[in-house]
Structure formats: C-alpha cells, structure tokens
C-alpha cells in the first residue's frame, strides 16, 4: 500500500483536482489527512471552493437596454439585407 | 451556464428556415450570457457589445452550419470566444499576451500571501449588485490568459477539454491557468469576505 507524506505545497499544486473530485483516492484520501492536521491549508482550500461557488452561481445581470436595442436593429438590418 | 429552453432544436431548426421569432427567442435566452463572457474576456464595454452583435449576427449567418453535435450555447460561445480574442489581440497590439504563452510553473508563484478565513457565507455580506461588482472587478485585474479559462470553466462550466478545445490549448496548460486563476482570485477577494470585515 502506497503511504505518503503530503506537503502543504502539494495541496497547492492539487488542490484544483481536489476540488473538481477528480484527483486519485489515494491522494484525495492524504490530503484529507493533511487538511485536518493543517489549519492553513484548510483555510486556503475551503475559501478557494467559496470562491469558485460564488462565481457559479452569479447570474450575469440583464443587458443594458442600450446594448439590447443596438443588437436588435444590427439583426434586423441583417434579416432586410438576407430576406 | 444558462438554463437551456426545452425546444431549443425546434427553434434553430425553425431559424434556420428563416424565422426571425424563433432566433429572438434564442437571443433572448442567451444574450445576457454572451455579454457577459465577452466582457469578461476583452474587459472592455464598446468591444463586448461589438462581440455580442458579431457573435449572433455570425450565427444567423451560419445556422446551416450548426449541425446539432453540440448545445447551441455552446456553438455561440465558439464563436464569441473567437471574436473576443480576436479583440484583445487587437487592442493589445504588441503588447498581447497570448493565450499559449507558458505560464511561470515554479510552485513558490502559487503561494498564497493571505490567509484568513472567510465568514460562512460570505456573498450576504454584500448586495446583490454590490457582490457583482466585487466578482466582476476581481477576474477583470487578472491577466487574459487566466480570466478566459476561469470564465469558461468555472462560470460557464465548461469540461477542461471543451475549455481547452475552444482556446486551443492543451489539457495541462488549461488546469495550470484554472489553478492560478482560482488562487489569484481567493486572494483578490480575500479582502471583501475575510471574517469580521462587515
């Protein structure tokens, strides 16, 4: 069986694929082990993960009325020259 | 990644054979998130509104193209990534910066300098037009490279290989950005969110 030491370096350089789930379980499974002895790597590893959600779920805001209106007659220009 | 209409497939099927309601309500459903990307993407207001134009305008264009493999949505965010690029590397002139350029792989870049924890929930700390303007402000300081692939991953949630499709790059140049995009924003935003600020 496979034991190894996981530096706090090494939650860095994984902590993308940690985070997607998509990280060996072998690894996965030393760097829980290293994130309950670590407080620091815990604080950067949940406030990265708040960070990704926070932007995932930001809904983008509406078009400005101005840019709507732009984007309308540009197409309706397109359909007069297609039609 | 927005919410995609139940009949979307009739609806291009029926744009495609010139019905200009149908291709509306395309619009409709996705203009708000093509803005945004190209926003995010060329950081500039006058550019994104010439990629959202150029993005359905080009679609209209080429309907008979699309040939369903994929989601709509995502056949537009092709084509506005394309126009987005394109833009920056325009504007930037000598000084683009582009896309392929290996990024700096030594692991002391990926230190964090700040660490303090964040409060539960941090977004309530803030309005909601408030927060926006924080999470905006935060991926336009980063430098394209990055801010692309962390749009497409993580807002519109693309897979690495889509991501890396798009931007033509390599699965391994996609993670590394992701993962310095991902960092350099925690600690962007790590002023606003830290406990006891609010």
Same mark, same amino acid.
């Not at chain 1, 370096?9 to 499974?29: K, M, N």
């Not at chain 1, 620091?40 to 809904?59: F, H, L, P, Q, S």
């Not at chain 2, 002391?108 to 300098?113: C, E, G, K, W, Y």
């Given at each position: 069986?496979?034991?190894?030491? @996981?530096?706090?370096?090494? @939650? ?32 950067? @590893? ?38 | ?27 409709? %459903? ?22 959202? %134009? ?69 977004? %309530? ?6 927060? %926006? ?66």
């Amino acid at each position: 069986m496979r034991c190894r030491t @996981v530096k706090c370096r090494d @939650v860095i350089r994984e902590l993308s694929e940690y985070l997607d789930g998509e990280l060996d379980a072998t690894l996965a499974e030393d760097l829980r082990r290293h994130l309950q002895d670590c407080e620091d790597c815990g604080i950067v @590893v949940d406030t990265t993960r708040k960070t990704i959600e926070m932007y995932c779920n930001m809904e983008p805001a509406p078009l400005p009325k101005d840019v709507k209106r732009r984007l309308q007659r540009a197409l309706e220009r397109k359909l007069r020259l297609k039609g | 990644m927005p919410t995609h209409l139940d009949n979307e497939n009739v609806l291009v099927a029926e744009a495609r054979a010139g019905n200009a309601e149908s291709f509306a309500t395309l619009i409709n %459903q996705y203009d708000r998130h093509i803005y945004r990307l190209a926003l995010n993407i060329t950081g500039n207001q006058e550019d994104a509104e010439d990629v959202l %134009q150029e993005t359905f305008l080009k679609a209209y264009s080429n309907l008979g193209r699309f040939q369903g493999d994929s989601r709509f949505y995502t056949w537009l965010v092709r084509i506005a990534v394309n126009e987005a690029l394109m833009k920056l590397r325009k504007r930037r002139g000598a000084s683009w910066v582009s896309l392929d350029e290996p990024v700096e792989t030594n692991d002391r870049s990926l230190t964090p300098r700040e660490i303090e924890d964040w409060a539960d929930n941090p977004e %309530q700390s803030y309005a909601k037009a408030e927060l %926006q303007d924080i999470l905006n402000y935060a991926v336009e300081k980063m430098e394209p490279q990055f801010r692309t692939v962390f749009m497409l991953r993580d807002v519109e949630e693309f897979s690495t290989e889509e991501t890396a499709k798009m931007l033509g790059l390599s699965v391994p140049a996609v993670k590394s950005r992701l993962l310095r995009a991902r960092l350099k924003l925690r600690e962007r935003l790590n002023k606003y969110f830290k406990r006891g600020r609010r």
